[in-house]
């Protein structure tokens, strides 16, 4: 069985060099010039891109027991969002998803909707009574849905430690991605600047989080939300609860998990809307037809199936999560070559939603290609913005309802524009897809 192609790149750090500048335009290439399977040297090891829809199916869902998170991006992840959801393996991450799955049912999350409509007109109200031309749409929308997640999960408005929290994560985001860039990271005892940043971000997040679960701890009346169900649950052998720390854990995968990727899709989603009028002028007309001067509610969801539309092409543009790493545990054959136990696979949304074979003209933004009538001609994972397979985000609906109500509650009183100038913004590809710089757009009322 062949190895894959290998991109071709001197020196000692081989493609290493040329992923830290350029990575998305680095994988496209790459899939363009050698094939839906690459092997990238970095230094002493090595990276496999795997960008077939078919492939990618392979390695998340029908073969996923052979691959494993032991990579050096959730190592990274792990030093913060230690055993969590989204880090965590084995029997302890089945035990904790069968815990935490319910919380995430419809029904259950469809209680939350008029959080999300509620803390989404707060914002609107701010933005017209200050009367404020131009806004940070980056930081608002990561002010926005940190407190939709802290309300709805945590019922624990933390929109006053917003600013705080949202700095201790931004400075934990950083040093992680920092981390994962560097061919040698120091280990994190090593008293580096970004060691002790990182060190300081999570005492403020943990303080935070513990002093919600100990001032839940004391309170009499219990609360609906999933900080209760987790405290609620019991291991089935042992009929212990979970301890603090484990709290702590699960609690800041849901902060980081829900609010960042939420606000990334949000922030690029005003953008593509104000770039492509047309599409925004069939936005405001649904909107107005489904819902006038009402509050949008989740029974509108339905009806709202043209900004689901926009929203599900602009994550396919810009896909939150643009790199799924994994670790193969055993050798694998994956389309026709031979994949060495111990190789890291890294799988590209970003890269797959642009696949010449699935995409046509694919930078083009056009949310019609979700049209029921076209979308079931497309393969499973040739769209996959929330993973797939048993570690598929468990927040995919919770998420797509506050895309939904969120764009269409602006919409309803709003407009949001680009200053002259403004129509270029560059990706800046970290643990998520952030703009490169901030996006200011111009408010006015509708
Ligand atoms: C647009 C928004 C979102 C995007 C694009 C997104 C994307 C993803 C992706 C791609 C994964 C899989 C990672 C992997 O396979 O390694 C994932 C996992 C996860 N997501 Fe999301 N997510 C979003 C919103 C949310 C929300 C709102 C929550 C919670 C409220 C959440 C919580 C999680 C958790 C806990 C996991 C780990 C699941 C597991 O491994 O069992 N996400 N997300």
């Not at 990276?47 to 052979?66: C, D, G, S, T």
């Not at 042992?238 to 720390?245: E, I, Q, R, Y």
């Not at 949008?296 to 599900?312: A, H």
Request: contains cysteine.
């Amino acid at each position: 069985m062949p190895a894959p192609p290998t991109h071709l790149a001197r020196g000692l750090l081989g493609s290493l060099p040329h992923f830290r500048r350029d990575p998305l335009g680095l994988l496209l290439r790459s899939l363009r010039d050698y094939g839906d399977v690459v092997r990238f040297r970095m230094f002493t090891w090595s990276l496999i891109l795997v960008a077939h829809p078919q492939h990618v199916r392979r390695v998340l869902q029908e073969h996923a027991a052979n691959y494993n998170k032991q990579t050096r991006g959730f190592q990274v992840l792990r030093t913060f969002l230690r055993e969590g959801l989204l880090t965590s393996e084995g029997e302890h991450w089945l035990r904790q998803r069968r815990i935490l799955q319910p919380g995430f049912h419809h029904d259950r999350i469809a209680g939350f909707g008029t959080t999300m409509t509620r803390a989404t007109e707060d914002l609107v109200n701010r933005w017209l009574r200050a009367g404020t031309d131009t806004v940070d749409i980056t930081a608002d929308m990561m002010r926005l849905t940190l407190r939709i997640v802290g309300e709805t999960l945590l019922s624990a408005d933390v929109s006053q430690e917003s600013d705080r929290v949202g700095r201790a994560l931004h400075v934990a985001v950083h040093a992680a991605n920092d981390a994962i860039g560097q061919v040698i990271a120091p280990p994190a005892w090593w008293p580096s600047q970004r060691n002790r940043a990182l060190r300081d971000a999570l005492q403020t997040l943990d303080a935070v989080i513990l002093d919600i679960i100990s001032a839940r701890r004391r309170a009499d009346e219990p609360t609906d939300d999933l900080l209760s169900m987790l405290m609620q649950a019991r291991d089935e052998n042992t009929g212990l609860g979970m301890s603090d720390a484990q709290l702590r854990d699960e609690a800041m995968t849901i902060f980081l998990a829900g609010h960042e990727t939420t606000a990334i899709a949000l922030g690029w989603t005003w953008h593509l809307l104000a770039t492509h009028p047309d599409v925004r002028r069939r936005v405001e007309e649904e909107v107005d037809a489904v819902l006038g001067q009402r509050q949008p509610m989740v029974t509108d969801l339905q009806q709202l199936s043209y900004i689901e539309q926009v929203v599900k092409e602009s994550m396919r543009i810009y896909p939150p999560a643009w790199a799924i790493s994994r670790c193969a545990i055993k050798d694998d054959v994956i389309g026709g070559f031979r994949v060495p136990a111990g190789s890291t696979i890294l799988i590209s949304p970003y890269v797959t939603h642009r696949h010449p074979e699935f995409w046509s003209d694919p930078e083009r933004f056009d949310p019609d290609r979700f049209d029921p009538t076209r979308s079931v001609e497309r393969p499973p994972f040739a769209h996959f913005p929330f993973g797939g397979g048993p570690r598929q985000c468990i927040g995919n609906s919770f998420a797509m309802m506050e895309l939904v109500l969120v764009v269409a509650t602006i919409t309803q009183r709003c407009r949001l524009d680009l200053p002259p100038g403004g129509n270029v913004v560059g990706t800046q590809p970290s643990i998520t897809l952030r703009p490169a710089e901030s996006i200011r757009m111009h408010v006015s009322a509708r």
